[in-house]
C-alpha cells in the first residue's frame, strides 16, 4: 500500500498542528515517526487513519483519496481499549464479525493472529486477567484481524516496562516481515525508531525535520557502532 501526503495542514483554533506536509511512503515500509510531545505526530497519525480531515492538501492511498476511517488501515493504540466484557478470542473476532465475516471464519482469523502474537493459549481470558504486554498483544492481533493492508501504531509500547518493550519490538518485526504490511509507527524514542525502521520521519514544530533511511541490516543491535552513529544523528536533530 502506497501512501502519499500532498501539502497537508491542519489547525486546532487557529494554532497550526500540520504544516505543510509532503511525504511519500511505499509498499512494505516500516515508517517512525519520531518527535517531542507536541509535535504533530499523532496529529498526522490520525489524518493517516481518515479520523481528522486536513484543513489543506489531500492524502492518497494507491490513488485514492482519504476521506474516512477503512479496514485496509487498522490501529493499534497506546491504550489497548479492549471490550472487558469479551474474552480475549471475541475481542479479536469482532472487527472480522462487523465486517461482515462468517463467525466460524472469524474466529480461524482471531486464532491465527493470536498465533503470531503468542497469546492462543489465552483466547478464553479476559483482559482484566493479562499483563499490560499481554493486552496490547490482544491490540495487534486485533487489528491484524482486519487485515490492514496499512497498520498505524501510536506509541503502542510507550506505556510498558523496558523488558516488554523489548521483546514486542522484535516481536512485530517478525510479523511485519512476514505479513509485509505498510506500517507507520509513533514513537518519541530514538533507539526505538533506530531498531525498527526502514526510515526514520522526525517531525519539529508540525513540520518534517528529518526523513533519514535506517541503512542497517536486520536483525539490529543496540551496542552496533553504526547504531549508536544513527541515534546520534537524529539526536542533533531533535535538540537543535
Not at 511512503?25 to 496529529?43: A, D, N, P, Q
Not at 481518515?50 to 494507491?62: A, H, L, R, T
Not at 517478525?174 to 514513537?187: N, P, Q
Request: hydrophobic share 40%; charged share 25%; with cysteine.
Amino acid at each position: 500500500m502506497e501512501l502519499t501526503l500532498n501539502g497537508v495542514k491542519k489547525s486546532y483554533n487557529d494554532h497550526p498542528i500540520i504544516k505543510d506536509i509532503n511525504l511519500k511512503i511505499k509498499t512494505h515500509e516500516f515508517i517512525c515517526i519520531l518527535g517531542h510531545s507536541g509535535c504533530g505526530k499523532s496529529t498526522m497519525l490520525n489524518l493517516i487513519a481518515g479520523f481528522i480531515q486536513p484543513d489543506e492538501g489531500s492524502i492518497y492511498v494507491d490513488g485514492q483519496m482519504i476521506t474516512g476511517p477503512s479496514k485496509e488501515r487498522g490501529v493499534v493504540f497506546q491504550e489497548h481499549a479492549l471490550f472487558p466484557w469479551y474474552s480475549v478470542l471475541k475481542n479479536v473476532t469482532f472487527g472480522p464479525v462487523v465486517q461482515g465475516v462468517d463467525e466460524k471464519k472469524a474466529v480461524e482469523i482471531a486464532q491465527t493472529h493470536l498465533r503470531k502474537v503468542g497469546l492462543e493459549k489465552y483466547a478464553n481470558h479476559y483482559p482484566e486477567e493479562l499483563s499490560g504486554g499481554m493486552k496490547q498483544r490482544v491490540g495487534i492481533a486485533r487489528a491484524l484481524a482486519a487485515e490492514p493492508k496499512l497498520l498505524l501504531m501510536d506509541e503502542p509500547f510507550g506505556a510498558l516496562d523496558v523488558f516488554t518493550k523489548e521483546s514486542l519490538r522484535k516481536e512485530l518485526i517478525e510479523i511485519w516481515m512476514e505479513l509485509k504490511t505498510t506500517i507507520i509507527f509513533i514513537t518519541h524514542d530514538i533507539s526505538e525508531a533506530v531498531y525498527l525502521a526502514d526510515r526514520v520521519i522526525v517531525m519539529k514544530n508540525g513540520s518534517i525535520a528529518k526523513d533519514l533511511h535506517i541503512d542497517l541490516p536486520r536483525p539490529r543491535k543496540y551496542h552496533q557502532e553504526r547504531f549508536g552513529d544513527l541515534v546520534f544523528e537524529l539526536e542533533q536533530v531533535l535538540v537543535n
